[in-house]
C-alpha cells in the first residue's frame, strides 16, 4: 500500500473549477481506493512566509492537502497522471502499513 499527499492552495485553479475540486474528481474517476481533503490554518512553503488565511484581515491562500491511498501501482499511475494534467503544488507519496481490526 501507497499514501500519497498532495499540497497546495485552496485558490489554486485546473481550468473553470478549484483544483481540490479537479483533483478529487480525477481520483474517483481513476478508481482510487480513498481521498481526504484537509484545510489548514497555517502554513509555508520555500518562502518561508507563514501564511494565516484565518486570522482577521488576512489575504493569504488558505493552504490545503489532499491525501489519498491505495495499491503501489494506483497511486503511482495517479500521481503520474495529475503530474502531467497540472504543474501546481508538491506532491509526495511513501509506503504504509494498514493495521486492519482483527
Do not use: C
Request: glycine fraction near 6%.
Amino acid at each position: 500500500m501507497m499514501q500519497a499527499q498532495l499540497f497546495f492552495d485552496r485558490d489554486d485553479r485546473k481550468r473553470d473549477q478549484p483544483l481540490h475540486k479537479f483533483i478529487m474528481d480525477h481520483l474517483i474517476k481513476t478508481g482510487i481506493a480513498g481521498a481526504t481533503l484537509f484545510e489548514g490554518t497555517a502554513g509555508f512553503g520555500k518562502n518561508d512566509y507563514i501564511q494565516r488565511p484565518n486570522q482577521l484581515f488576512s489575504f493569504d491562500e488558505t493552504p490545503v492537502v489532499i491525501t489519498f491511498i491505495d495499491e503501489d501501482e494506483k497511486v503511482k499511475k495517479a500521481l503520474t497522471e495529475l503530474r502531467k494534467l497540472t504543474s501546481v503544488g508538491l506532491f509526495i507519496s511513501h509506503p504504509i502499513t494498514v493495521w486492519n481490526k482483527e
